[in-house]
């Protein structure tokens, strides 16, 4: 079935240092692929979403981009700040009756100043 | 402000004792679902709801009730908690639900612990 793979965490940064955070996927289709944060103590805000091939989602200094060709979507950030330290998860979407986010496991990010 | 909120945040329950948590919304939006979150597991889907009084399963939901009666609001229901319902839950929201584009938008959670 289809799924999302993430690296696995804690990744622990320096600030300013350059940030790369894998995920790969499973599919049968084409999905929209979707970077959502989730801050300490709150909910899942998108950051960012690419919505076919090739495509770059881009927010806040974060960039991913739709490669089909390697089933990947990683993130980056050329100069993280304290103020990114949060879980970032990867997550999937055909859309459909189920309109259903397929998630990763989430990557906690730890910056520190 | 444009927002998901859930009631209520922090809840600790005993076995066997129902309880309901509330999720609204204030955007008009068509589409409304609940997931859980499990260390080492991501979200997963419980519920989801494409319109008023149209619902459906998700991947995960035995021990899990739902409605929607009005649009702004999609409760989800314990009948009688167990211990394995101990977890964090969120609402979600999106204006549509075809295409698998859009965005959507999640409540604070509910961090529910069951003795």
């Known amino acids: 079935g289809d799924s999302v793979t993430q690296m696995e965490g804690p990744v622990t940064l320096s600030e300013e240092a350059f940030l790369t955070i894998n995920c790969t996927y499973t599919a049968t289709g084409y999905p929209s692929l979707f970077w959502y944060v989730q801050y300490p103590g709150e909910g899942l805000q998108l950051l960012l979403k690419?919505?076919?091939?090739?495509d770059k989602g881009s927010n806040k200094g974060f960039e991913a981009t739709y490669r089909k060709e390697t089933t990947s979507f990683h993130l980056e950030k050329g100069s993280v700040q304290v103020s990114d330290s949060a879980v970032y998860f990867c997550a999937l979407n055909y859309g459909g009756a189920t309109n259903k986010l397929i998630f990763g496991t989430g990557t906690l990010l730890a910056v520190q100043p | 402000e444009a927002q998901v909120t859930q009631n209520p945040r922090y809840l600790i329950t005993v076995t066997g004792k129902k309880l309901t948590v509330t999720c609204s919304q204030n955007?008009?939006?068509?589409?409304m679902s609940w997931y859980r979150q499990d260390p080492g597991l991501g979200l997963r889907q419980i519920y989801y709801s494409m319109n008023v009084e149209v619902t459906d399963k998700g991947d995960v939901p035995e021990g899990y009730k739902v409605s929607r009666k009005e649009k702004r609001n999609f409760p989800l229901i314990l009948e009688s908690p167990s211990p394995n319902q101990t977890s964090l839950y969120f609402c979600?929201?999106?204006?549509?639900?075809?295409?698998?584009?859009?965005?959507?938008?999640f409540g604070p959670g509910t961090r529910l612990l069951v003795l």
């Open positions: 690419a919505t076919k091939a090739d």
């Open positions: 955007m008009n939006h068509e589409y």
């Open positions: 979600a929201s999106s204006s549509t639900w075809t295409s698998g584009k859009e965005t959507q938008y």
